[in-house]
């Protein structure tokens, strides 16, 4: 009897580990990899489908491994902001098991049409206005223009300009990003037609010389397109061709012959250009993690009218650094070059001029054909928030006003070759100049930065400046 229960129970203990054998054969083994499902859409009235999905690095139907989807999450966020299309972009996982998600893209698209008064001034910075120009206000610009920043939920911007003031500009410009199926081509369009009664013909002293006239003294009439192209997420080719028609009084080329090259007073030019970028900053506007690397080379005149042969180059690269603890560096580096025998003077570049400038020398330019700089910043974030403005506003991009201040030291350096013909006293061409100061950097939304900046230069100059663009 003991024997026949004995046998009984070890009968019954095989079949239980049989049962339980087989239950975990047919149990899903874990995995590191997970398939996407449905990808929802919220909050894109405007913007299609297709474009918000060109940012994603997966797709619907992908098997991908857990640490990637986590790491895209996270990247695909920045890079839907980085489009300038939205205020707010949240990615949200909707895990339906271990091995399938389903993703929620919340949005809220920025507004995009901005009819917008014209009232700038005409001269390079503040500075310039406030300091060397003595706060003459015939020379501010004004008039209107109007941006659609999203014209067709493409992505695609049109921008028209009517200017009148310090000078009169007509301007129409048209880009979109993808033109083919698969979303890497891309096309821009630009016209545009200027007329002065004042212009810079010279510098001394690094100040910028003006002749003002009764009449016009220079007209200005530019067109080009540009196509792009852009194989993965960060990077980009464009090329494109251009052509120029500037003519000028004879009173300007008395002052200077070289202002359009060789006594003209009129100049024709083609433009044929090449950028590559690698741009792997968080937010564009204001990066405060990633790098950015950018080459241009554009060459001046194609034969065609023998006025010009200029070969003009940059390269540039900026790394920004998360330190922790709400702490930041940013770096900068430039270099340019033009290697043209002979640069007629409306062509002419240098500090003082966008993209180029050191803190503290913002009322002297310093122009050459060799450019060389370095510029960074440490920086930390005193506060970060979003206000409630309006809940009852009936347009939704304007209910909240996000905002950010970060106060920073830094330290410029810059080298410039040899100065331009017509300019005199030169003290800082072949020089090494330097600078450094403390800040304060407000950046809210609609990417308006704005920089207030007391500098010390290499020479003890001091000031207080201030700017509407990131310095970075």
């Known amino acids: 009897m003991l024997q026949r229960k004995a046998w009984i129970l070890w009968v019954g203990m095989l079949l239980i580990a049989s049962e339980v054998s087989l239950l ?23 913007t299609l489908r297709s474009i918000i999905l060109r940012e994603l690095d ?10 990637d989807f986590e790491r895209a999450l996270v990247l695909d966020q920045q890079k839907l902001m980085n489009t300038r299309l939205f205020v707010t972009a949240e990615i949200v996982p909707l895990y339906m098991s271990d091995t399938d998600v389903e993703v929620l893209i919340n949005m809220q698209e920025r507004w995009y049409v901005f009819p917008v008064p014209i009232f700038r001034l005409a001269d390079r910075n503040f500075t310039e206005w406030w ?71 010279a510098s001394n002293g690094h100040r910028l010389e003006f002749y003002d006239g009764e009449d016009v003294l220079r007209r200005t009439f530019s067109t080009g397109t540009a196509f792009t192209y852009r194989p993965s997420f ?32 009129l100049q024709e030019a083609f433009l044929l250009g090449y950028n590559f970028t690698i741009d792997k900053r968080d937010f564009v506007s204001y990066p405060l993690k990633g790098s950015v690397f950018r080459f241009d080379a554009d060459q001046y005149g194609l034969g065609v009218f023998n006025d010009m042969n200029m070969l003009v180059t940059r390269i540039s690269f900026a790394k920004f650094l998360d330190l922790g603890d709400k702490f930041y560096l940013a770096n900068r580096a430039d270099l340019y070059k033009n290697f043209g025998e002979t640069i007629p003077y409306v062509r002419r570049a240098g500090f003082g001029y966008n993209p180029d400038f050191i803190r503290g020398y913002e009322k002297y330019v310093v122009e050459s054909d060799f450019l060389l700089s370095h510029r960074t910043s440490f920086k930390y974030q005193v506060i970060e928030g979003v206000t409630n403005l309006n809940k009852r506003s009936i347009i939704p991009q304007f209910k909240t006003l996000p905002y950010a201040f970060y106060l920073k030291t830094f330290m410029d350096l810059g080298y410039s070759g040899d100065p331009l013909d017509n300019n005199e ?39 207080f400046y201030f700017n509407f663009r990131s310095a970075l």
Do not use: C
Request: glycine share 8%.
């Open 131 to 201: 300091v060397n120009q003595k706060r003459d206000f015939s020379r501010v610009n004004f008039g209107a223009q109007l941006y659609h920043m999203n014209l067709t939920g493409r992505n695609d911007r049109l921008s028209a300009k009517l200017q009148f003031g310090f000078t009169k500009q007509y301007a129409l410009d048209y880009s979109v990003p993808y033109i083919n199926k698969n979303q890497k081509l891309g096309m821009s369009f630009g016209i545009s037609f200027a007329t002065n009664k004042a212009v810079s013909y």
């Open 58 to 67: 997966f797709e619907e139907g992908e098997t991908v491994s857990k640490a």
């Open 425 to 463: 006293n030169n003290f800082y061409n072949n020089k090494l100049i330097a600078s450094f100061g403390l800040g304060l950097d407000i950046v809210t939304y609609y990417d308006f930065v704005m920089r207030l900046e007391f500098s010390v230069t290499e020479e003890g100059n001091t000031g």
């Open 24 to 46: 975990a054969l047919q149990a899903p083994a874990k995995t590191d990899s997970v398939t996407i499902g449905n990808i929802y859409l919220n909050g894109n009235k405007k």
């Open 234 to 265: 960060y990077t980009k080719h464009t090329w494109n061709i251009g052509y120029s028609r500037i003519s000028v009084a004879d009173t300007v080329i008395d002052l200077n012959p070289n202002y359009l090259g060789n006594d003209q007073t």
